[in-house]
């Protein structure tokens, strides 16, 4: 941890948030002469503020430790090159058009690779009245299902969640080429092209 780094970020994120140090200290319950001694890299906060510090900047704990925010590359607004993630814990899907730092349930959570499905979980893809007709021979039972499936073409993702004891079909609009991911809880994360 450099401590003349992290000052340097903690002096851009208050001053980006339009704080005076004295409005910060008195935020973080301290004297604004610790705010000043951070700023100035004479001193690191105290590790039990830094949740604090995180939380009202609104950056992670881990960006303050390292004293720099780190942005991601454009990647030209291809929503084919768009990323999944799942909450193993409760559920949660996300998705980001690029890499990001995303947690859930206290854990930092990776993007899903995804892989060609087996025979098993090849999905049967039908063009009915101008929408995809999509249905998955697989049991639904709350052991083992399919818990989402989303189609992504290049400037829209739709995402359809799938529940234990549902029929698995869902109806997705026909918008041009796509690729469908699909993601079984017990073997993981699957894509086919359309």
């Known amino acids: 941890m450099d401590s003349v780094k992290m000052g340097a970020l903690f002096r851009k994120l208050r001053t980006e948030k339009g704080f ?3 409005q910060v200290a008195e935020k973080l319950l301290v004297s604004d002469k610790a705010v000043s001694k951070w700023e100035r890299g004479l001193g690191c906060p105290d ?8 939380e009202l900047f609104g950056v992670p704990v881990e960006t303050l430790l390292d004293g720099e925010i780190t942005s991601n590359n454009t ?5 084919k090159r768009v990323k999944f993630y799942i909450c193993t814990e409760c559920g949660n899907i996300f998705t980001a058009a690029a890499s990001g730092e995303i947690s859930c349930c206290g854990r930092k959570l990776a ?4 892989v060609a499905p087996d025979k098993e979980h090849t999905p049967k893809i039908e063009d009915i009245d101008g929408e995809f007709y999509v249905t998955f021979s697989h049991e639904m039972t709350k052991a083992h299902y399919i818990t989402f499936a989303a189609y992504a073409s290049c400037d829209r993702v739709h995402l359809v969640k799938l529940y234990p004891e549902q029929d698995p079909a869902i109806r997705l ?6 690729v469908l991911y699909f993601y079984c809880n017990k073997h993981g994360f699957m894509k086919v092209k359309i």
Request: glycine share 20%; charged share 10%.
């Open 20 to 22: 005076t140090q004295a």
């Open 47 to 54: 590790i039990s503020v830094l949740n604090d510090i995180a």
């Open 75 to 79: 990647i030209g607004g291809n929503m």
């Open 111 to 114: 993007p899903l690779e995804a």
């Open 173 to 178: 609009p026909r918008i041009g080429g796509g």
